[in-house]
């Protein structure tokens, strides 16, 4: 006598079928006990006499799901996720297969699948508090701003920062690019780049990285940094997050770069920041990326402002304080500048000037908001020649010569000559 394995619904059909073939309740009845059509239950009353108990089990118990993966898709997905395509999530790597391989499966079955061959590990999520803030109401009113150093080529090239710009109205990316660090220059001329292309938006969301705040000796926060000023030329307000929370959606925003431009990256065989942001620029990475996780705002309209009347190259720019000499220069980086005669303004020894140096290395010197003419002037010699120096100048001058000094180098540095009757005077 062989086992039946049943589950407890097939049970209770079992009992209903049982009455219903003695005669004891009619199909209707049975129906109702167990919600089943009075059609489907003459089905089960037929396959009970014909079969007995064993025709009332499901007739799929114990075959493979006509909807299972297919098993040569299964082992290229394996095949990938164990080389190329390493350290890929599950929803990701199922993006990725319908978009490269035209293999169709859902992140959650790729998943257990992944989990099964020791390819992803499930985490734990502990539920934390958090102070829930609404979103902006339209577009352009807050950008949040970070930058996320990573090893963004995994070893094939430099480690690198991303600088990322995401709307908080919209979770939209408004701006990516590569730079060495999260620098003045390559904060600036990211944000040069964004503006140019989106306007002036309301106000940047930021930390306080040295880039974004003066953090040392002030704590009347009046002192600014070059982006401070910068931004306060633009009419644009900086606002300074206290926690990295604070600005969760750039935060996110970097974990899903690291994660999955990463390896588009890797992908495209990229190596070099270069390459990186030409393929930032030329790719639809971004397009793609909103498509799939931004939101619509509440209101559609869009705060940026024009950048008509303002001239970026000027306003992005380093900006140091000097004081005009006797002689009407200046020195700045080791550069000693001549300030013209005729000028827009009126300059006068000890007048404050502001030295200006642009992203791309030009300088201007600006007083009351007036830009004035001056030329570079050639490095200055040192006042003072070496021992070695003064002795090679005057070496061959003649005995009767009135130089301060005809002994020789010996003599120079002891500050004496075996000779009594030359001397010598050190300038």
């Not at 002192?223 to 401070?228: C, D, G, L, P, V």
């Not at 000023?229 to 996110?252: T, Y």
């Not at 940026?304 to 140091?320: K, V």
């Amino acid at each position: 006598m062989g086992i039946l394995i049943m589950s407890k619904k097939e049970r209770e059909q079992l009992k209903v079928i049982g009455r219903l073939d003695a005669g004891e309740i009619t199909q209707a009845v049975a129906s109702q006990m167990l919600k089943l059509s009075t059609r489907w239950i003459r089905e089960k009353l037929r396959r009970y006499r014909i079969e007995g108990d064993a025709g009332l089990v499901h007739k799929n118990r114990g075959r493979p799901c006509p909807r299972q993966w297919d098993p040569n898709e299964k082992a290229i997905a394996i095949e990938l996720l164990k080389s190329e395509w390493r350290g890929f999530g599950p929803t990701f790597a199922s993006e990725k297969l319908a978009e490269l391989k035209d293999i169709k499966v859902s992140g959650e079955t790729l998943r257990k699948v992944m989990i099964a061959h020791a390819l992803w590990k499930p985490g734990k999520r502990k539920p934390k508090h958090r102070r829930w803030r609404e979103r902006k109401l339209m577009r352009g009113i807050l950008v949040q701003l970070d930058g996320s150093p990573h090893d963004w080529f995994e070893g094939r090239g430099p480690k690198c920062t991303l600088l990322v710009f995401i709307d908080d109205a919209t979770s939209e990316i408004l701006w990516l690019e590569f730079g060495e660090s999260e620098s003045f220059k390559g904060v600036a001329s990211a944000t040069k780049k964004y503006i140019e292309m989106h306007g002036r938006p309301v106000s940047f969301y930021v930390d306080y990285g040295s880039v974004f705040s003066v953090n040392l000796n002030n704590p009347e926060r009046d002192k600014k940094t070059y982006f401070e000023m910068i931004m306060k030329d633009l009419s644009i307000d900086v606002i300074h997050a206290r926690s990295p929370q604070a600005k969760g959606r750039v935060e996110r925003a970097n974990k899903t770069m690291q994660d999955r431009l990463v390896k588009e990256m890797r992908l495209a065989g990229i190596s070099s920041i270069d390459q990186a942001n030409d393929y930032i620029r030329n790719s639809r990475f971004i397009a793609k990326h909103n498509a799939k996780f931004a939101v619509p705002p509440a209101q559609e309209h869009d705060a940026h402002r024009a950048i008509t009347g303002y001239d970026l190259n000027s306003i992005f720019c380093t900006r140091e304080t000097r004081v005009v000499t006797n002689d009407f220069t200046i020195q700045y980086n080791r550069l000693v500048f001549q300030i013209q005669k005729n000028q827009p303004a009126i300059v006068r020894p000890k007048s404050k000037v502001v030295v200006c140096e642009r992203l791309d290395g030009k300088i201007a010197i600006r007083l009351r908001n007036a830009n004035l003419n001056f030329k570079e002037l050639p490095m200055r010699k040192p006042n003072k020649l070496s021992p070695v120096e003064y002795v090679n100048l005057h070496r061959n001058e003649p005995e009767n010569s009135s130089s301060p000094f005809l002994g020789n180098l010996e003599d120079f540095k002891s500050g004496g000559s075996s000779n009594e009757n030359r001397k010598f005077s050190c300038c």
